[in-house]
């Protein structure tokens, strides 16, 4: 289990995540999507920026 999904969990211990084919509902899963989400911009932003400096490295080397 991620740390994250780990912090999610404690904060939100009425979801099941040891029962095994257990699913969060609609309202977890939602809940689930808000925490996660300043991660998810963050690497989604760091992931951006490395296909700039790949595309930048790859235009000055001539490929």
Excluded: C, Y
């Excluded at 899963?29 to 790859?58: G, M, P, Y």
């Amino acid at each position: 289990m991620s740390a994250l999904f780990t912090q999610f969990h404690e904060a939100h211990p009425d979801i099941e995540s040891e029962v095994n084919g257990a699913q969060m509902t609609p309202e977890q899963d939602a809940e689930w999507t808000a925490f996660s989400a300043a991660l998810l911009a963050k690497h989604q932003a760091e992931r951006a920026a490395l296909a700039d400096v790949i595309e930048a490295e790859q235009k000055n080397t001539g490929r």
